[in-house]
């Protein structure tokens, strides 16, 4: 016990002078508080998303991806902060589980899926400057809402509907179309690197790549016979809907200005 003691007071001798001169070096992190701004656009990839069901396979293309933040940076590297973003992605397959039990894609796929989302994020940016390193890499998550909006999707394929009296009609072609709006929770993983302009003092340039994904969101579903051929007097069709999630991974390019 008496050794415990006098290892741990030999510990704090040699902490003191530690804690006393990194003492200016925390107040100089804590007088650059404040707020900052920051604007960003870029790619984001294509994915392909299933149903909850199985039966409709949903794939994009790569699009367009767009952030603004509003935050407040701390002491130590800590930033939180405010996101509005906006993704958007073309259709390029959309696939369907046949009457054979096969999933096989529909043709004249087409339509889009666009993403609207307000996160809080949290990121830890490391400052290398005394190492005399003007990159100060970061990185941190978010959490929000995810609105996700299927914009005229759809694709033609052949389908078999039940009509009054059980009667059981093939139609060649039909049109698949998804619609609707709706709202998930949302996440995200970001890594990044921000350098400083020397020609404007508080303004960086950030790149960095992130991945955005965000629970599974009910789409309307409606299928339709394209022929002129009535059963009945009415047109064949019925209605659904299918569960969609998806995750994609985007790379930005933006400007950021610390007040």
């Not at 016990?1 to 510990?11: E, G, S, Y």
């Not at 392909?48 to 935050?71: E, P």
């Not at 809080?120 to 003007?134: F, G």
């Given at each position: 016990?008496?050794?415990?003691?006098?290892?741990?007071?030999?510990?704090?001798?040699?902490?003191?002078?530690?804690v006393v001169a990194a003492c200016p070096t925390m107040a100089f992190a804590q007088a650059n508080n404040g707020f900052y701004v920051r604007a960003a656009g870029g790619a984001a990839f294509g994915t392909?998303?299933?149903?909850?069901?199985?039966?409709?396979?949903?794939?994009?293309?790569?699009?367009?991806?767009?952030?603004?933040?509003?935050?407040w940076r701390f002491?130590?590297?800590?930033?939180?902060?405010?996101?509005?973003?906006?993704?958007?992605n073309g259709v390029d397959r959309l696939a369907t589980r046949r009457v054979d039990g096969k999933v096989l894609n529909t043709s004249n796929a087409g339509g889009g899926v666009q993403n609207y989302g307000t996160m809080?994020?949290?990121?830890?940016?490391?400052?290398?400057?005394?190492?005399?390193?003007?990159l100060r890499p970061y990185f941190g998550g978010g959490i929000g809402v995810n609105w996700e909006d299927f914009n005229d999707v759809r694709g033609a394929e052949s389908a078999r509907f039940n009509v009054g009296n059980h009667t059981t009609v093939l139609s060649?072609?039909?049109?698949?179309?998804?619609?609707?709006?709706?709202?998930?929770?949302?996440?995200?993983?970001?890594?990044g690197v921000a350098y400083p302009l020397p020609?404007?003092?508080?303004?960086?340039?950030?790149?960095?790549?992130?991945?955005?994904?965000?629970?599974?969101?009910?789409?309307d579903a409606y299928l339709v016979s394209t022929l002129n051929d009535r059963v009945n007097g009415v047109i064949p069709s019925s209605h659904g809907s299918g569960r969609f999630g998806d995750g994609t991974g985007s790379i930005l390019g933006g400007l950021r200005y610390d007040f």
């Open positions: 016990m008496v050794i415990i003691v006098t290892r741990l007071k030999r510990l704090m001798r040699a902490c003191v002078p530690v392909t998303a299933t149903s909850s069901t199985k039966n409709t396979k949903l794939g994009t293309d790569t699009g367009g991806m767009g952030v603004v933040d509003l935050g002491a130590m590297g800590l930033r939180i902060e405010v996101e509005g973003n906006f993704r958007d809080v994020n949290a990121l830890y940016e490391v400052n290398l400057s005394r190492y005399n390193i003007a060649d072609p039909s049109e698949l179309t998804f619609s609707k709006t709706r709202a998930a929770f949302a996440y995200q993983a970001i890594v020609m404007v003092k508080g303004l960086d340039v950030t790149l960095e790549g992130r991945y955005v994904g965000h629970d599974r969101v009910k789409a």
